[in-house]
Nanobody, 125 residues
């Protein structure tokens, strides 16, 4: 059974850091692309970053470049999103998603087959 479980969200002050985790089961990370997406209230879901064996690491959000970093631990079958220098505009529900069909990264959320339940990130003083 394919499953993705996010964790690590919470309330943080501007300038702070969080590390989100996406624990995968039912498949191994070598054969999928894992993307991080976020959705703020009233806004469309948007791609943040992605990692795959074929594409390496990709960043889709210009505002996150230099602040967010995606990585994975194959032994733990877990993908991480390290978020530094957080801003109030980073507030959103963050989701991880898997694309198994070709294990390639895409910024469009509709191209991913499996999704986690999401984790809330709130940046506020």
């Amino acid at each position: 059974q394919v499953q993705l479980v996010e964790s690590g969200g919470g309330l943080v002050q501007p300038g702070g850091s969080l590390r989100l985790s996406c624990a995968a089961s039912g498949f191994t990370l070598d054969y999928v692309a894992i993307g991080w997406f976020r959705q703020a209230p009233g806004k469309e879901r948007e791609g943040v970053s992605c990692i795959s064996s074929s594409d390496g690491t990709l960043n889709y959000d210009d505002s996150a470049k230099g602040r967010f970093a995606i990585s994975r631990d194959n032994a733990k079958n877990t993908v991480y999103l390290q978020m530094n220098s957080l801003k109030p505009e980073d507030t959103a529900v963050y989701y991880c998603a898997a694309r198994r069909r070709d294990a390639r990264c895409y910024s469009q959320y509709g191209l991913y087959e499996d999704w986690g339940q999401g984790t809330q990130v709130t940046v506020s003083s």
